[in-house]
């Protein structure tokens, strides 16, 4: 499943993008670029993976579509040559006293590099579009919120083998970001669950990698895209350059869609992993979006131009690590 190979118009993408931000002089004389150095991010393999989350239907935590999404991913992410460990826990549903099986999945590459990047995204989606006027019970399928991130993740895959050091990088797929039936619910479990893991880890000294920054992405597909930087991300001292670095590195691309200033405040899985675990997190996110908690989130909103806008920009980030 996984695409490490790079198809000579990708190289030569990456080969123009490199030039343009003076990374690389051009000798025409030059052999073509490594493979796994030029193994670039495809949208439109993105958004396949998009549309094949989105086709299982609700992925609601602890659902059977829950279950077929995290059979799904496990085997593209093991398939592409990563490390795979799910980790478990339960909670308990608010109204019904039963425990509900959660599970974060974490996703490593380069498992003996001690310092490490995490890029996070929720795979659960909101039991119900609460915010359609029409249909608030009606059917939710979460495309820009839910799969979208996962599906920049399964992409992203493809140039992970090759990603040079000296970072690790760990995808975690987060459950029961949205667990929320009502108003009083709390948000955020899966996020909560790993930091508070992770942050015992280290204090035990049983962990001895560290993260070094996060981002979380999420909604990061909007076929209307606009990622302005999130006002919380940008506010905390230890987050801001992370923050900084992301929107250099998009300037330089020249990909427009990361706007470079605040633009709103979020409540997402990057509060936990910052107070909680001390990762320095940042949000990608684009939350000017009409469908977002409706029956319209589908793929039909979603773009893969999108999807390649935000994927190319971390991963050039994730390279640009020294
Ligand atoms: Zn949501």
Not at 157 to 182: R, S
């Amino acid at each position: 499943m996984a695409s490490r190979f790079a198809r000579p118009i990708a190289v030569s993408v990456v080969l123009i993008a490199l030039v343009a931000i003076g990374a690389i002089s051009v000798m025409a004389e030059e052999p073509a670029v490594p493979v796994a150095a030029a193994a670039s991010f495809s949208g439109a393999r993105a958004m396949a993976h998009l549309e094949a989350i989105v086709a299982i239907g609700p992925r609601v935590s602890g659902s059977e579509g829950m279950r077929q999404q995290r059979e799904m991913v496990v085997d593209h992410f093991r398939a592409a040559g990563a490390t795979v460990t799910p980790q478990r826990f339960q909670i308990r549903d608010r109204k019904s006293g039963q425990g509900v099986a959660m599970e974060n999945i974490v996703i490593g590459w380069h498992p003996d590099r001690q310092e490490r990047i995490l890029l996070g995204a929720h795979y659960d989606t909101r039991p119900f579009p609460d915010r359609d006027r029409d249909d608030p019970r009606g059917t939710f399928v979460g495309a820009n919120d839910g799969a979208s991130g996962v599906a920049l993740l399964m992409e992203l895959a493809g140039a992970m083998p090759g990603l040079e050091g000296p970072v690790g990088v760990d995808f975690v797929l987060f459950d029961g970001e949205e667990y929320v039936f009502g108003p009083r619910d709390p948000y955020f479990l899966g996020s909560t669950h790993f930091a508070r893991q992770y942050a015992a880890g280290r204090k035990a000294g049983e962990t001895t990698w560290s993260y070094r920054a996060g981002l979380v992405l999420d909604m990061v597909a909007d076929a209307d895209l606009a990622i302005f930087q999130e006002s919380k991300s940008v506010s905390w001292p230890e987050t801001r350059p992370v923050v900084d670095e992301v929107w250099d590195v998009a300037r330089r691309m020249g990909v427009r869609q990361f706007i470079p200033r605040p633009g709103y405040e979020v409540e997402d899985d990057h509060v936990p992993l910052r107070n909680l675990g001390k990762i320095p997190t940042a949000d990608i996110i684009d939350f000017n979006y009409p469908a977002w908690h409706t029956t319209r989130d589908t793929a039909a909103a979603c773009s893969g131009e999108s999807l390649e806008a935000v994927g190319s920009v971390v991963l050039q980030w994730l390279r640009e690590q020294r």
